[in-house]
């Protein structure tokens, strides 16, 4: 009983701590972003990715959904210059594999963030709706939400979804992708420790 009531405790001081700071969450999840995925994107961009996805699973939107739509939003709040990154890496992908290896490519993230991130957005949305019921606030649920998205994301998951995406490809393809990928993410943390579809890393 009493550890229950340190527990109640605890958790109220962390939800009134996030209410005054959100940024701080945010904050988290920009260096979670730069130092283990990627730099490719902006601050006010990961910013927008994280008010859209957690404000989508507070209003009960389907988590594939907003996946789905997430993608059309970061292609419009991309930059003329991270158009040119991702125009550059298409070039050296045609180049090498053609139009299927671009088209191969993305249906290999699509499926493998889909595969590894509803099952967590599902989990978040429920715990989203939990604190809601409980009379939490709309800011006081999302940052709790947040804060279980960064602890998902740690050293260990990046890697396994590294490896998935790279176990995807034979080593020929692979070899055409990285490390042009870099340009956009940080596959030079990861790419030793995972191997190809013939199992060489």
């Given at each position: 009983m009493k550890l229950l009531l340190k527990f109640i405790i605890i958790s109220k001081i962390f939800f009134i701590y996030?209410?005054?700071?959100?940024?701080?969450?945010?904050?988290?999840?920009y260096d979670r972003v730069t130092n283990h995925f990627s730099e490719f994107l902006l601050r006010n961009q990961v910013d927008m990715i994280v008010d859209?996805?957690?404000?989508?699973?507070?209003?009960?939107?389907?988590?594939?959904?907003?996946?789905?739509?997430?993608?059309?939003?970061?292609?419009?709040?991309l930059?003329?210059?991270?158009?040119?990154?991702?125009?550059?890496?298409?070039i050296v992908i045609s180049t090498k594999l053609g139009l299927n290896g671009i088209t191969?490519?993305?249906e290999?993230?699509?499926?493998?963030?889909?595969?590894?991130?509803?099952?967590?957005?599902?989990?978040?949305q429920n715990r989203i709706m939990e604190t809601k019921a409980e009379g939490y606030t709309r800011q006081e649920?999302?940052?709790?939400?947040?804060?279980?998205?960064?602890?998902?994301?740690?050293?260990?998951?990046?890697?396994?979804?590294?490896c998935r995406i790279k176990k995807h490809f034979n080593s020929h393809e692979w070899s055409s992708y990285y490390p042009a990928i870099n340009q956009m993410f940080m596959f030079h943390l990861y790419n030793d420790k995972c191997v190809t579809s013939q199992g060489v890393t």
């Open positions: 996030c209410q005054n700071a959100n940024i701080t969450l945010k904050d988290q999840a859209y996805v957690t404000g989508e699973l507070y209003n009960r939107t389907n988590p594939h959904t907003i996946g789905n739509n997430l993608i059309t939003k970061i292609t419009l709040m930059t003329a210059e991270q158009y040119g990154v991702i125009t550059a890496f298409g191969n490519f993305i290999v993230l699509k499926n493998v963030s889909s595969n590894n991130l509803d099952p967590l957005m599902y989990q978040i649920s999302i940052n709790d939400g947040l804060y279980y998205i960064l602890t998902f994301f740690s050293d260990k998951r990046f890697i396994t979804i590294a």
